[in-house]
């Protein structure tokens, strides 16, 4: 594996660990599309750094635990702003 292949993997795998993010967040912090953040974190950083591996797939799954709750209020907050007005935050 190429060595800026391994500073993106590690890179990636801290941001997650260090703030609790997304694929989706980390995709758009590092500039780079959620497939590659997904393959990263999930198939090359188990050869790399085995037990920082362990770390993010705890990040992962709680993400993957709440998903559903985030989808729920994405859509409270769509028609929310929808029948009040576009400047209404529900989310925060």
Do not use: C
């Not at 694929?23 to 974190?41: C, E, L, P, W, Y």
Request: proline share 1%; no cysteine.
């Amino acid at each position: 594996m190429k060595d800026y292949i391994i500073e993106r993997v590690v890179n990636t795998a801290w941001y997650i660990v260090n703030n609790n993010t997304t694929v989706r967040q980390t995709a758009k912090q590092f500039g780079i599309s959620k497939s590659t953040v997904h393959q990263d974190v999930t198939k090359r950083l188990e050869k790399i750094n085995a037990p920082l591996a362990a770390e993010v797939r705890k990040v992962l799954d709680l993400n993957k635990s709440e998903r559903h709750i985030r989808g729920g209020l994405a859509t409270k907050d769509k028609y929310y702003k929808q029948s009040h007005g576009e400047t209404a935050d529900i989310m925060g």
